[in-house]
């Protein structure tokens, strides 16, 4: 077996672990919340998870690999396509291994930076200081705070007005499905608006951004419409008797958009190296553009699913049983937050953890008095973990590289 | 496992409080039987009976004491946490000042003139119902400090200035009773007994009024 198609296929295996594992740990911050709230079965949000994080891996994933792949440091000045291969496959194994390290510890660390910490890594050691685009390191370091905090402030600010236009109402189930079309209605249009601007498919249809607006907003009506319908024919069957049965309804619908928008932005951790490595295996050079294959996504997004059927439905039962606090209304707000936020960051290309903006959400809804103790305390873990997991997985990854380039 | 949200979000310390109302409740309940016994003489009955107060007194504690041993610093609540402890400590002197109630009265076995005796339960009853008015709203807390509707805020405050107007009315009795003990006078240690047992029972009321007012600090915020 040549030297390069032994080590594709073992990058394959360690990227499709990276995948796994975000599977199996990181889509629990995301549907547990609905099953908690009994909005879905433990069945239902494990193929929900399953098949959105795919589709949103799939078709949406394209741009935060780029960055990831590309933007954070320049390839031809790290020395032959080998070494580049070399590098990326240890940014890769550095950054499993530290999450595996993570997981096995309970941190609360994040793929996401752990992959961009590795990739820092090996581009130090193989290129030294100068191939790194340090201007796009810092952009991405202050999303990492910003998309938490993104997050936090639109939890806040759905939950209060949730709170003022529901909640505190005397008549609040009434007000609940007048408002509800509409809070359906703003979701769906994030969701159109991400799929057009940007993505194959917006690409595909060659829809220009005003007309991108204008069909969301087509879009975003008629889901109203269909949500004020579907809500009316359940109150008419005698289903839905309080405001959280209608939030159920919506919490149903965020909780798609999290694992969809979780897919969109994840993916890039586990193939993001593995698309570079592949494309230098089969021309030989570090390539001027690279076409990001579909079916690498695919494979991305597969790696995922079969994390949250092995091991991440686990997870989501044990969290979503013991989080009793997170009814079907804060949910929906936490929901909203975190899958909002990471679209969006996921869209200007901006690779954050979906982990952290659920945090930032919960810690939102918290401040906006939506939950009755909020532990801060997390909040500074994560701020450790923002510190450690680059120079950590920066380390193990270089420790790597050095390694299998004395082998090599 | 690595789940950070499932770390962000602790017990509510509300559910704890709800706990610790649900004991408050049984042993007031305990506390009444037993001090009626008292006053019919129940002497042996009585005596069971304060052994369940104290008993629940001190499950209350042990409640008590894990709610604020899990609210560090670094936990946030939707209200303030010295108002949220405040009240619990409140809640618990209730139980204090039941249990010290029949600790007392259980020193001696002084008997009751049917006047006192009278006035005696009037004031109990009075006093329990300042208690039972407090749990009432204490029952709807975590829904009164975040989704209360205006009429349903209107209710509680309602509810919590009717503990006023019955620790007040508690107190006319307590003053009157105190007189009524000196008028028809008997030995010094009856006197003393009885009138030091009033003292004590009248501290509840005193303490579910300030629980009370801790309850509309934290609606108001």
Redesign the interface.
Known sequence: MEITTFILIATAIVGFYMAWNIGA??V??SM??AVGAKAITLRQAVIIAGVLTFVGATFVGTHVTDTVRKGILNPYEMGTPMVVIIAFSSALLGASIWIFI??WK????STTHSIVGALVGTGLISGGSSIIHWGKIWGIIASWVISPLFSAILAFLVFTVI?KII????K?TLMAKRYSPYFIGITFFIIFMSLFLKTPLGERLQISTSNSVLFSLIGACLTGYIGYSIINILTKMGKIQDVEQIFRVLQVLTSCYVAFAHGSNDVANAIGPLAAIRSIAITGEIGTKVQIPLNLLALGGIGIAIGIFTWGYR?IK??GF?????TNTRGFCVDFGTATSVLIASKLGLPVST??A??GA??GV??A??????????????VISWLVTLPIAAGISAIIFKLLVIGH | MRAPIFKTLRRSPFEGLLEHAKKVKECVHKFKEAVECYCDGEYDEFERLRKDVMKLENDADWIKGNITAHLPRRIFMPVDKGDFLTCLHEHDDILDFAEDAVIWLGFRKTEMHQEIKDLFLKHLYKVIETVETLESVVDNVKHLVVSVTMEERAKAKESLKSIHYKEWEADQIEHELGRKIFELGGDMFSVYHLLQAVFVIAHIADHAENAGDKIRAMMAR
Request: glycine fraction near 8%; hydrophobic fraction near 45%.
């Open positions: 740990n990181d629990a911050n547990a919340s993570a997981t309970g941190l609360p660390v709170k909640l505190q109402k005397d609040s997870v044990t969290v013991r989080i009793t606090e997170l982990t952290h659920a945090v919960v810690v918290g401040l008095r939506g939950f009755d103790a909020v532990d801060f305390g997390v909040v500074k873990n994560i």
